[in-house]
């Protein structure tokens, strides 16, 4: 399974089938546009490595996707079952009103019977099969003794049929087999609808995942090789490459480097490490090589440790109940009230239960809950849509409800506000020799502040001296010999620095010529940050930055980014009770943060958003994903979200008003089927229409 | 009104036609790429016949 981000027309198809097929081993291989991916079917011995060679040949960027993450998407068992109940109950409709037009137009007598009797035979058994998802969970609701809109649902659709059924044995004049099947039909559009929405956000979030293959490399009886990480148990040795993220908790027994801890802690500094360290899954070793003993893998280890935390933060969220959930609440009883008077009264009234029955599901079949089924999903479908071409994965069904509530927002530092990727401040303190000895020195070396000084460097036109003899010493630094002098980059103790250090990232330079030269590095603002944090700030909403990084670094990028309210050096569990505070005080929170630290503070926010670029475990603990590297979708996120809620609303309005004009005749027993089946149309498209409106 | 006989089994055969159809369809998975499928049809190749499916009838 591999992942093709830029393939987008008939040639990209087929020119990488053509190119897949033609690489020795391959079986098969298929494009999938929809997904942006390919399946390969190929001899065991076929690595995806050479195939994105192959590809990358044909001019294709290709990824390894682990199938193994991807099970929910490659069998999409619900989205096939809701789409054949959704074609049935098409099917069953379509014949059912046929034969409901011929009796409305006059059909009577026998005719009408043996026309009912078809309808009966048609609607029961699809009903049966089409309504299940209803009646399972209302079911499932009414156990727990709460209401959901499903309740209502499915006792109009079992009252419609079942009253029905009664008419037709006794040749009776009104039966409601198509409003209860068409019912059953635009719910289930609603229903799909909904489902596909989350689906693609799904899919893609769990191409995220997929894309990192846990692949450890394990030493045993001094050999390498590639296996799986499920398959590491404690005590195994791991060897970790430099630039390469940790994958269990181990215990380093050779090797000595530095390791990147923000995505854990927040810290952008690196921290050296050596032999007799321990370090956790997660870290990102920087320099030098690492061998590690593990301490714990998989399940056991301090990633997945954190699940707890994330857990027991969580339960807050379970409490939200869905605007959808909420207008149920306050129109099941009112419907069923008014159902269950009209019955009481023309039974009263007439003496005839049969009449009265027949009112009661008039009443219940008019009052449209298929407009207020629609209601919600047509609307966040439209929204999501809008958000998702935007790179926004809406993952959870009521995000954009909660999104459209909140009043702060809390973002993390390192990696979520920033790039996390370093940038120097102050290279032009570099004399030009020692620039380009610098230079030189950089580029010899992986570590990301070498890369970011070469980078910068380069920028700047200087040109790399001639160094001979240049040798890295993991986890301290770099030197070489620039004619007859030694010169070092790297740490300040290792260059012989002395003095007052300073509070920023810093790496040094030294030619044994004067002092060192310290080297200072600040994080930069992602791009569109500012505009995210003005626009969130222009809608009303309190900005929060919460770090775990020291409080210069913190200070600097707030100020920069135009954010009041700052707390530095905040641990993970702090995050999140700051954040429950937050929440205590009656403040809806919207918490932005990318890595292990955050992941407690975004399952405890009322919504949550994380970057691609982070930690799995927080864009999993999170409700909204935020593709690309871009901010400035925020703003336009909550105001999507705020347009979302305000059309959820108005369709509930306008299902209300249908009410009001449908239930007196309904009631005074003036509804004949005709006009019930007219109702429903009628406010279901209008219901869906105004929802298009938010795209 | 005899002719009803006739002409309301025809017309479920024909919808019962339809939905079959349908689920033959949804077997044979056209609904799992609906942007390349839609695109492949500009295609020059395969013209001619039809490409032997890799994915048709097993789970991928």
């Known amino acids: 399974m591999l992942s093709l981000p830029t393939i987008h027309c008939a040639g990209c198809i087929s020119s990488v089938e053509r190119a897949l097929n033609a690489a020795p081993g391959v079986l098969a291989a298929r494009v999938n546009l929809t997904l942006k991916r390919a399946s390969v079917d190929a001899e ?58 011929s009796v409305w137009a006059g059909a009577d007598d026998a005719t009408r019977d043996l026309f009912h009797w078809i309808s009966a035979a048609i609607t029961l058994p699809a009903i049966a099969f089409c309504a299940q998802p209803f009646f399972k969970n209302a079911w499932s609701a009414l156990r727990v003794g709460r209401m959901n809109m499903d309740v209502p649902i499915a006792l109009a659709i079992l009252l419609a049929a079942g009253t029905s059924l009664y008419e037709t044995a006794q040749s009776g004049e009104h039966a409601y087999f198509d409003a209860a099947i068409a019912l059953t039909f635009f719910l289930l559009i609603g229903r799909y609808l909904d489902y596909r929405t989350r689906a693609v956000a799904r899919s893609a979030a769990e191409e995220l995942a997929a894309l990192e293959v846990p692949r450890v490399v394990r030493l045993q009886d001094g050999q390498e090789d590639t296996v799986d990480l499920s398959e590491i148990v404690a005590g195994d040795l791991v060897r970790v490459r430099p630039g390469g993220r940790m994958p269990v908790d181990g215990e380093v027994t050779d090797g000595s480097s530095e390791i990147d801890r923000s995505l854990l802690t927040g810290e952008t500094a690196p921290v050296p490490c050596g032999v007799g360290d321990t370090v956790q899954a997660g870290e990102v ?45 306050l129109y099941a009883p009112g419907v069923h009230i008014i159902a269950v008077l009209a019955m009481a009264g023309w039974w009263l009234g007439t003496g005839d239960l049969r009449v009265a029955l027949n009112i009661a599901a008039a009443v219940l079949i008019i009052t ?37 509530e909140i009043d702060t927002v809390v973002f993390d530092k390192t990696g979520t506000l920033t790039e996390g990727v370093p940038v120097p401040e102050n290279s032009a303190d570099l004399t030009g020799v020692q620039a380009a000895c610098a230079l030189a020195l950089a580029q010899a070396s992986a570590h990301p502040l070498a890369a970011a000084l070469a980078k910068d460097l380069t920028a700047r036109g200087i040109v790399a001296a001639a160094l001979s003899d240049v040798r890295e010493q993991p986890g301290f630094g770099i030197e070489g010999d620039h004619s007859g002098t030694r010169v070092r980059l790297g740490r300040a103790d290792w260059v012989g620095a002395t003095g007052p250090m300073p509070m920023l990232t810093a790496t040094w330079f030294a030619d044994g010529e004067g002092p060192p030269v310290a080297l200072r590095f600040r994080d930069t603002l992602r791009s569109g940050a500012l505009q995210a944090v003005s626009e969130l700030r222009a809608a009303g909403l309190d900005v929060q930055l919460l770090s775990g990084d020291s409080s210069a670094a913190v200070a600097a990028l707030a100020s920069e980014a135009g954010i009041d309210t700052v707390r530095a050096g905040v641990l993970p569990a702090e995050k999140a009770a700051h954040v429950a505070a937050l929440s205590d005080a009656g403040r809806k929170v919207l918490m932005v943060g990318d890595g292990l630290n955050d992941t407690a503070a975004l399952a405890a926010a009322h919504v949550s958003i994380s970057p691609a670029s982070g930690l799995d475990a927080a864009r999993v603990a999170s409700d909204v994903v935020l593709m690309g590297n871009d901010l400035s979708a925020l703003g336009d996120a909550h105001r999507t979200a705020r347009r979302a809620v305000a059309r959820i609303h108005e369709n509930f309005r306008l299902a209300t008003i249908y009410n009001i004009g449908a239930v007196p005749l309904a009631v005074a027993g003036l509804a004949t089927p005709l006009i019930a089946a007219l109702a429903m149309s009628a406010s279901s498209i209008t219901v869906s229409l105004n929802a298009l409106r938010v795209r | 009104m005899e002719v009803l006989v006739y002409l309301i089994p025809v017309s479920l055969f024909l919808g019962a036609l339809g939905l079959a159809g349908f689920f033959w369809t949804l077997r044979s998975r056209q609904y799992e790429d609906p942007e390349g499928d839609k695109r492949r049809i500009l295609n020059s190749e395969w013209d001619d016949k039809p490409k032997p499916d890799q994915n048709s009838g097993k789970d991928a």
């Open chain 1, 368 to 404: 449209c809950p298929c407009a207020l089924g629609l209601a919600v999903p047509a609307v966040t479908t439209a929204a999501s849509g809008r958000l998702f071409r935007k790179g926004m994965l809406i993952k959870s069904a009521t995000a954009l409800e909660r999104l459209a």
């Open chain 1, 44 to 101: 065991p011995g076929v690595v995806a490595d050479d195939l994105i060679t192959v590809l990358d040949r044909a001019g294709f960027e290709a990824h390894e996707l682990d199938p193994g993450a991807l099970a929910v998407t490659g069998t999409d068992r619900t989205g096939r079952d809701l789409l054949m109940r959704l074609g049935v109950a098409g099917f069953a409709m379509m014949n059912v009103m046929l034969l409901s037009i």
């Open chain 1, 285 to 329: 070793n920087l320099t030098g090589p690492l061998t590690l003993r593990t301490i714990a893998a998989g399940r056991d280890s301090s990633l997945h440790a954190l699940a707890d935390l994330v857990a027991v933060a969580e339960s807050g969220r379970a409490r939200y109940s869905s605007l959808a959930d909420k207008a149920a609440k």
